[in-house]
């Protein structure tokens, strides 16, 4: 009722004025003038703390991010085996081929190797009662078979598959149905040059225990026959090696990710009377590699942290965006710059902090690493900077009772500084809960503007109604003194 009031109030106003009567005045832009020289300075200052603080929030967003990417490369030096580069070569290469498969296995030192066998699997070529078959689909029986597959050979029991595909085919497509089981799979295979007789070669698996024996159910004509361990064209033997002098080293493959710990070695052929030689080398490039992204990481941090509270730019709103929040970005700061100086748990041999690596601070805050004091730590001291560093563990939590390696802890600064109740976390959820008591601030605003808008309104209405009554009295008056001045002038 009240909006419809208001309304009729100024539809009323406006046609008043068009119709020329009453003041004259435009009431209506007079009302909402006076309204907004009430509100809107409020409105305005409202309004920029909300945009101070919604851009805040971004910035934090961002800080968060820089913050992050810190901890993360504070995270890749808590491992002790990945500290160091592994490295494998061969000075036969026409011989074996190498690849380091794990930097944390690989162990640096020289590996002298010499085959005397390579691996193979054993291989049957399975026929019809002795002839080759003449074609895929070739009857083999007038009824269902079953084949049965011993691997070992010796074993008390093997794997059966009925055969209800009575060819050749059927056979095949039987035996590969197992192949996970037994290992032993099937092909047509014709050795000839010419011609489309074949025989069905059978498979297994490297290594001497992994012999089989084939048998079927048919017989007499009907036979299969070739399938027996005793008749193998190619016996299953294992790769023996000698290692380092050992002899008679055996391994199911010839590609060994054991022979040599963390590297997989395939060897290419036989030679007895050749060593192959290899080489696994370690160095530590992987440290130097891995401080130097962490020095980029704090050093944007630093110019990150200065460009958010520095000077604001109009065409960039995140520039400055924490001028406000100085006080909590210092604090982050602090705590930043405390890990150049915290002391490791696990010090070791006079190498306690990173400043014993190298790490300087520049003026400007900024970090840096002195080739000169890294080269000489990592030269005599490797050991100890590991220790310093990883507590000579792998994967350590901050929940592990033991002495924590210097990347742990200060992992554990920064997370505490990004975490969900983190000094970050907690200004973010400080700054959102601004942004929406401003937005119903305005809200409260926008409401009293019109309030005060159409209280304006209304009393404006009725001055010009009564303007028009004065006028209209007046025009009457007016009027009726001409009328008496022309009756008197007439006469």
């Not at 296995?105 to 009662?129: C, F, H, S, W």
Request: charged share 20%; aromatic share 4%; no cysteine.
């Amino acid at each position: 009722m009240a909006i419809t009031t208001n309304n009729n109030s100024e539809i009323g106003g406006k046609i008043t004025q068009a119709l020329g009567a009453g003041s004259g005045v435009d009431i209506h832009n007079l009302a909402k003038t006076l309204a907004e020289t009430e509100t809107m300075p409020r409105m305005n200052t409202v309004t920029e703390k909300k945009a101070e603080s919604t851009v805040a929030i971004s910035g934090y967003g961002v800080l968060k991010s820089s913050v992050s990417a810190l901890k993360t490369s504070f995270e890749a030096l808590k491992n002790k085996d990945t500290l160091l580069n592994k490295s494998v070569k061969t000075d036969r290469d026409d011989r074996a081929a190498v690849e380091i498969t794990s930097q944390a296995l690989a162990t640096a030192g020289i590996y002298n190797i010499k085959v005397t066998q390579m691996a193979r699997p054993q291989m049957n070529e399975l026929k019809d009662n002795g002839s080759s078959f003449t074609s895929l689909g070739q009857t083999l029986s007038a009824s269902n078979f079953t084949i049965t597959i011993k691997v070992p050979r010796t074993a008390g029991s093997g794997t059966d598959v009925v055969v209800s595909n009575h060819t050749p085919q059927g056979i095949i497509d039987a035996v590969n149905s197992i192949s996970s089981t037994t290992g032993v799979t099937a092909r047509a295979f014709n050795p000839a040059a010419t011609g489309t007789t074949f025989s069905i070669l059978l498979e297994g698996s490297n290594g001497s225990d992994k012999s089989f024996n084939f048998a079927s159910t048919l017989t007499g004509s009907d036979a299969l026959t070739g399938g027996a361990w005793g008749d193998r064209t190619r016996g299953a033997q294992d790769l023996i090696v000698e290692l380092n002098g050992r002899a008679d080293v055996r391994r199911q493959t010839n590609s060994p990710t054991d022979l040599v710990p963390g590297v997989q070695t395939t060897f290419k052929r036989v030679g007895s009377g050749t060593t192959i030689n290899i080489v696994v080398s370690e160095d530590t490039t992987a440290l130097e590699t891995k401080l130097n992204a962490m020095v980029d990481s704090y050093n944007q941090f630093v110019t990150l942290s200065n460009y958010l509270t520095g000077e604001k730019d109009e065409d960039d709103e995140l520039a400055g965006s924490l001028g406000a929040e100085k006080g909590t970005v210092n604090i982050i700061k602090n705590s930043v710059r405390g890990i150049i100086a915290k002391t490791s748990a696990s010090a070791s041999n006079g190498v306690s902090t990173l400043r014993d690596l190298g790490i300087q601070t520049k003026l400007g805050g900024e970090i840096s690493l002195n080739a000169t004091t890294y080269a000489a730590v990592v030269r005599d001291k490797f050991a100890d900077v590991r220790t310093m560093l990883t507590a000579n563990l792998i994967d350590q939590d901050k929940s592990d009772s033991r002495d924590h390696g210097l990347a742990l802890d200060i992992t554990t600064v920064l997370d505490n500084i990004t975490n969900d109740q983190g000094t970050i976390k907690t200004k973010e959820t400080s700054v959102t809960a601004e942004v929406a008591r401003y937005e119903a601030e305005l809200l409260d605003l926008q409401e009293r503007l019109e309030t005060i808008k159409q209280r304006y309104l209304r009393q404006f209405v009725a001055m010009e109604s009564l303007v028009q009554r004065n006028k209209s009295t007046g025009e009457y008056l007016t009027g009726q003194f001409k009328a008496m001045e022309n009756m008197y002038s007439s006469k």
